[in-house]
């Protein structure tokens, strides 16, 4: 709870245009995120182009927590290829 209200009293003792530069910096770091995410979707024809292995049931390919770059093709599905639901 004091965390809460140090970040609020921190906000309050700031000056107008101190705040201002905050907000618009943490904007930017948003943005940023958004646009490079889009691109990645863009880029890969996928709509969730990163994925994290939650459990194990991938192994012994994947363990649990490993991060998966994912992407679509036209070509057809061939065997030996990893398929993600």
């Known amino acids: 709870m004091n965390v809460v209200t140090d970040?609020?009293?921190?906000?309050r003792s700031m000056r107008k245009r101190q705040?201002?530069?905050?907000?618009?910096?943490?904007?930017?770091i948003v943005t940023s995120a958004l646009m490079i995410w889009k691109s990645l979707m863009v880029m890969t024809?996928?709509?969730?182009?990163?994925?994290?292995?939650?459990?194990?049931?991938?192994?012994?390919?994947?363990?649990?927590?490993?991060?998966?770059?994912?992407?679509l093709c036209n070509s057809p599905f061939?065997?030996?290829?990893i398929v993600v639901f």
Do not use: C, K, Y
């Open 45 to 71: 024809h996928s709509e969730s182009p990163v994925v994290v292995v939650l459990s194990g049931s991938m192994e012994p390919a994947f363990q649990r927590g490993d991060i998966l770059f994912l992407w």
């Open 19 to 28: 705040l201002a530069h905050q907000v618009i910096n943490l904007g930017l």
């Open 7 to 11: 970040t609020i009293q921190a906000l």
């Open 78 to 81: 061939r065997g030996g290829e």
